[in-house]
């Protein structure tokens, strides 16, 4: 059974940084992309960035520079690093999974608060 978890995300001020961390578990020793998607109040649930199956890393475009993501395959762990918050970018963030397209499994979600 895969299984994604979150670290506990957090509340920053604006310019803050905060670390996010996803472990995930089940895939045994298949090959597997991972992502981080985020979903602001109000709004639909939009991608952040990608380590594909081979370990290639891509980056939605409103990211720029802002946010970077790391894979530690031993430890079957990604982490996501976002710097100079903005209270646009509270919301909940998600960790995500698939063979292929990293969508067929989700964690819980973990709370981002920036405030101004």
């Known amino acids: 059974q895969v299984q994604l978890v979150e670290s506990r995300g957090g509340s920053v001020e604006s310019g803050g940084s905060l670390e996010l961390s996803c472990v995930v578990s089940g895939f045994g020793r298949s090959m597997y992309a991972i992502a981080w998607f985020r979903q602001a109040p109000g709004e639909e649930r939009e991608w952040v960035a990608t380590?594909?199956?081979?370990?290639?890393?891509k980056y939605a475009d409103f990211v720029k520079g802002q946010f970077t993501i790391s894979r530690d395959t031993a430890k079957n762990t990604l982490v996501l690093q976002m710097h100079s918050l903005k209270p646009e970018d509270t919301g909940m963030y998600y960790c995500?999974?698939?063979?292929?397209?990293?969508?067929?499994?989700w964690g819980q979600g973990t709370q981002v608060t920036v405030s101004s």
């Open positions: 995500a999974a698939g063979l292929v397209v990293p969508q067929d499994y």
């Open positions: 380590s594909d199956r081979y370990g290639n890393i």
